[in-house]
């Protein structure tokens, strides 16, 4: 099974910016889409942002102009750089495959005066 271990939350001031990383135990982001996911307190996990295996990247509209997703397939390693942090975007961050069924701890990121 592959795992996946999130890493770069933080606390964060409105309008600031984080790098989220997600390492991955193997090299799968040629054959899967990826994406990142998150769970804000008292919701139901969300997706967030995904790049395919053809590299295509799509996202959700809130965080559109101010997340972007990519990937390094050297190192098996997935990135989620989000700029202009609002509070709404409060949550524990994921990533997975897409279809995964296995997911990790996340990475907390709070965004926050």
């Known amino acids: 099974q592959v795992q996946f271990v999130e890493s770069g939350g933080g606390l964060v001031q409105p309008g600031g910016s984080l790098r989220l990383s997600c390492a991955a135990s193997g090299s799968i982001f040629s054959i899967y889409a990826m994406g990142w996911y998150r769970q804000a307190p008292g919701k139901q996990r969300e997706w967030v942002a995904s790049?395919?295996?053809?590299?295509?990247?799509y996202y959700k509209d809130s965080v559109k102009g101010r997340f972007t997703i990519s990937r390094d397939s050297a190192k098996n390693t997935m990135y989620l750089q989000m700029n202009s942090l609002k509070p709404e975007d409060t949550a524990v961050y994921y990533c997975?495959?897409?279809?995964?069924?296995?997911w990790g701890q996340g990475t907390q990121v709070t965004v926050s005066s």
């Open positions: 790049i395919t295996n053809g590299g295509s990247t």
């Open positions: 997975n495959r897409d279809g995964g069924a296995i």
